[in-house]
Each structure stands twice: as C-alpha cells, then as structure tokens.
C-alpha cells in the first residue's frame, strides 16, 4: 500500500456535534504529515470557513471547498479553480425553489465571490452562518444576484422529507448533465456546476498538481457528496453515521466522528 496523499472531508469527518477537531485527530494528521505524506481538505464548505480548519491542521496542500466548485492554495490570492453555475440554471432552479408550495418553508442560499447571499434572514440561516464563522448578506429578490457568478445554490431545511421531495422534483427536471445534485446533510440540498463533484477535484489535485495515482490516494468522507471522491481514491472510508449507500461505496467503515473515525482510519491504512 502506497499512499501518498489523504482527503478529508469537514463535517462529520474531522468534526462533529463541537464544530472543531479534536486533539486526536489533530494528532494524528501530524503524524501524517510528519511522514511526508500531504493532507488536503475537500469540504461543500464555503472556503473562509474550511479556513480554519486547514490552518488548525497546519496544511500545506490546496484547500477543496464547495464540493469541488472551488480550489485555492492558502496564502494565494488567485484561485486554482472555480467553476460556477450558468446564470440561466440558477433562474430555472430559483423559479422551482420559489414555488408557492415550500417557499415559506425553506432558505435558499446563493454563494458569490466566497460571500453568502440570502433572500432574508431565517433561523436555519443563522444556526447555518454561525456555524459556519460567515456573515449572511441579504438581498431580498435573489435574481438580481444573476449577473454574477454564482459557486453554489444551497436549499436548506429542517423538514428532511421535505428536502427530499425538492431533490425528487429537481432530479426529475435535470439531468446530470444539467446541474450536480448533493447532499452534505439530511437538511442540506446542493447545486453545482455539472462537472463538478469532490471526484474530479481530488482527482486534478493529485494527478494534475501532485502527479499521483488514483491508486496512491486515501479519502475520508461521511456523506453523498463524498461518494465521488470515495469512488475515485484508491481507498475510500466511509464514518459510521455516512448513509447505507456511501458506505456500500467505501472499501472499510470507520467509526463515526464522534468516536474519532479519523483517527482509526489512519491508523488501519497508514500504520
């Protein structure tokens, strides 16, 4: 076994219910790196909150964050990559998003230049932002967001059948080829650029930046958004809260987050 660089995702991988890392996984992806072996972050998160978690890790490698749509190296002001939705997409889901039937009942968040932008305030933006370390921007009717490029639209909320029932109705009206469709939570609904996914992102960084194989990568995930980037590494690990499918994906199960998954992992594959 060869592997010569690890992925991690953020929530419910490296943290949990504390929103923060805790020391044994701090430790022992210092063991990684002491190694020589690279570490790189792939998270749906907004980039300025996956910041620091990759500054507490002390990482070196370009930071993956919403799901692939965005690659930056810290410390460099220019983006290595940033594939954003086609402004006619963004109006077609907005005009599904806002039908009569769920729009009271859900936020819908629109991601520009790295800033969050919102129709307006709600509670699930709120828990969401605090979170996430971000300040909301809200701007009422989100359409006049168009002539800008726009990473990421995120549906969120409590109901999960609900949340259900919009993916069901977004899937039945695109096709792949259309738009990426995720979900990093049970709560959380995600649209991307089509080719995006943490797949094709992990796999530019470690053949494209780092020159490696599929093969000589270990990536650590818990969600769908994951299973892209689970399918393409050498050695995919799925936490133990991940859904039946992710984990039908990896090639081992961790323990979950809150029982320091990571730390298992690591040590089962890099001993």
Known sequence: ?????VVLDIDGTIAGE????SPAVREAVRDVLARGIPVAIATGRMYRSALRFYQALELQTPLIAYNGAWTQAPGQAERMHHQPLAPELVASLLDILEMAE???????????DDRLHVREVTDETRAYAGRSGIEPIAVGD?????????????????DRQLIGAILAKLRSHYSTHDVYLTQSTPTFLEATHPQVNKGTAVRRLAEDVLGLQAEQVLAIG????DAEMLDYAGIGVAMGS???GVKDIAQWVAPDVEADGVVAALAKFLP
Do not use: F
């Open 1 to 5: 076994m060869d592997i010569r660089l």
């Open 222 to 225: 818990d969600n769908w958004n």
């Open 242 to 244: 991940a859904p039946t």
């Open 102 to 112: 769920w729009r009271s009942q859900i936020g819908v968040h629109c991601y520009i």
């Open 18 to 21: 504390s929103n923060d890392i």
């Open 142 to 158: 989100l359409r006049q967001l168009l002539n800008q490029e726009i990473t990421k639209v995120l549906t969120l909320c409590e």
